[in-house]
Nanobody
Framework: VQLQASGGGLVQAGGSLRLSCAAS????????MGWYRQAPGKQRELVAT???????NYTDSVKGRFTISRDNAKNTVYLQMNSLEREDTAVYYC????????????WGQGTLVTVSS
């Protein structure tokens, strides 16, 4: 499955952004999906996941602020980011998992989110 992420940009602290990741080349609905991020000088971290059945999980630092969702009709996964903090500044990557697995099948290209104070 090929992934194309979009929606990054510059936003002030406290603001919102919505990232999108469009998938092609495979039956989207069978894949769990996720968002990772990598901040400057830091390791890549898992931000949120959504299963093929729409179950979600979040890293503690974004709980209550970020929402992951999917639209299987549009082959797209979203990450709604609210109450953004400077610490959310990072390159965000979407991933597709192999069906029924926690193994990553595909990575999208990154989209940069910059949160200014």
């Amino acid at each position: 499955v090929q992934l194309q992420a979009s929606g990054g940009g510059l936003v002030q602290a406290g603001g919102s952004l919505r990232l999108s990741c469009a998938a092609s080349g495979s039956r989207f609905s069978v894949h769990g999906m996720g968002w990772y991020r990598q901040a400057p000088g830091k390791q890549r971290e898992l931000v949120a996941t959504i299963s093929s059945g729409a179950g979600t999980n979040y890293t503690d630092s974004v709980k209550g602020r970020f929402t992951i969702s999917r639209d299987n009709a549009k082959n797209t996964v979203y990450l709604q980011m609210n109450s953004l903090e400077r610490e959310d500044t990072a390159v965000y990557y979407c991933v597709a998992y192999k069906p029924g697995s926690n193994l990553i099948n595909s990575w999208g290209q990154g989209t940069l989110v910059t949160v200014s104070s």
